[in-house]
């Protein structure tokens, strides 16, 4: 339902005619009908009513709704601690996860604002809350998988393969040159201890997620199996996508079974 919709509403249950609002109210019947029809901004119309040039009016309006809006705006990045900081200043809430902003969704002051206006009703906004916490644990459980069968089937062994051309050439270096392989193969050895490094924190980063996925995958309580997927499984991905960008930085192009994110960007 609109504004105009809610007006008209409300004047039919007061038993008024258009004309009679606008007496109460001092404006013109006309200003009423626009109004009704989400033609017109009430507060302006009632300026104008008073004398004041339209434009005039509009900039009234404007300049109220910057003042009332400036504890809310921020000109900068809304996802950075700088953001969290200036919240926390400014006395808003600070919601730092999507459990925690649903149920702020479905809380008693919000519950009333959308029952009054004819939004949700309680039914419907438990509905939607059990609806969008399903949701947020199926997404992360998906993305969870996915990345798991990726980092396990495709990442792991061809960073691995691309160590064993490296282990193949450091040898080839060594039978020939005994005494020189380390200086000339420096390079070589590095990359190959680095990405023993990041194959290791991968193996244990996707064991430790599949394992927090087992634990809140037998939980009832809804909401305790939401907030755990979004605090103990959603964590394990950004480690396992940080050791699997590390390793697209060293595996061989041709090797890499995946676009990387350079060619992504210049793809025509």
Known sequence: MTIGQRIAQKRKELGLSQEAL??????????IYKWEADSALPEVDKLIAKGIKKDEAILQIIRKYIIESKKIRFEGNGYSAEWLREADRRGLESIQSVPDAFKIFSSKAYSKLFDKHKVFNESEIHARYEINMENLIKKIQIESRVLADMAANHIVPTAIHYQNILI??????????PNEYLDLAAEEIRTIQTIAKHVKAIRENTYLMVEARKKYNHMDNLVARATGYSEDVLIYLDKIRHDIDKLELIVDDELWPLPKYREMMTIN
């Open 22 to 31: 606008g007496s109460k109210l001092g404006v013109s019947r006309q200003s």
């Open 168 to 177: 193949k050439n450091v040898q080839g270096l060594k039978d020939i040159l």
